[in-house]
Nanobody, 124 residues
Framework: QVQLGESGGGLVQAGGSLRLSCAASGRTFSTYTMGWFRQAPGKEREFVAAISGSGGRIYYANFVKGRFTISRDNAKNTVYLQMLSLKPEDTAVYYC?????????????????WGQGTQVTVSS
């Protein structure tokens, strides 16, 4: 069992930046693929980025376009999402998720554990 807790969300103006963190419980954090997803009101949850257990493989959604960076610190059981040049359309609840497989999945149903989410609001 893995418990995840996101932090770092908030209100920011367009063009600003935020760094989201996701702290995980357990001693096997480095064996999990970690992903970030987001869900805007009235929309389906969508994939943002994923990182392998070692951090050696990373995959981003096309809309990230170099603005977001996913990273992890296995010594701290934490995964991060650095977001730059934020746009109003980035407004959503951001979730981190853990997957026991080694696949860098884009589908939410591939992930086994989820955090409660953190709100990101970008004003224009």
């Amino acid at each position: 069992q893995v418990q995840l807790g996101e932090s770092g969300g908030g209100l920011v103006q367009a063009g600003g930046s935020l760094r989201l963190s996701c702290a995980a419980s357990g001693r096997t954090f480095s064996t999990y693929t970690m992903g970030w997803f987001r869900q805007a009101p009235g929309k389906e949850r969508e994939f943002v980025a994923a990182i392998s257990g070692s951090g050696g493989r990373i995959y981003y959604a096309n809309f990230v376009k170099g603005r977001f960076t996913i990273s992890r610190d296995n010594a701290k059981n934490t995964v991060y999402l650095q977001m730059l040049s934020l746009k109003p359309e980035d407004t959503a609840v951001y979730y981190c998720a853990a997957d026991r497989s080694a696949l860098l999945g884009m589908r939410a149903n591939m992930y086994d554990y989820w955090g409660q989410g953190t709100q990101v609001t970008v004003s224009s």
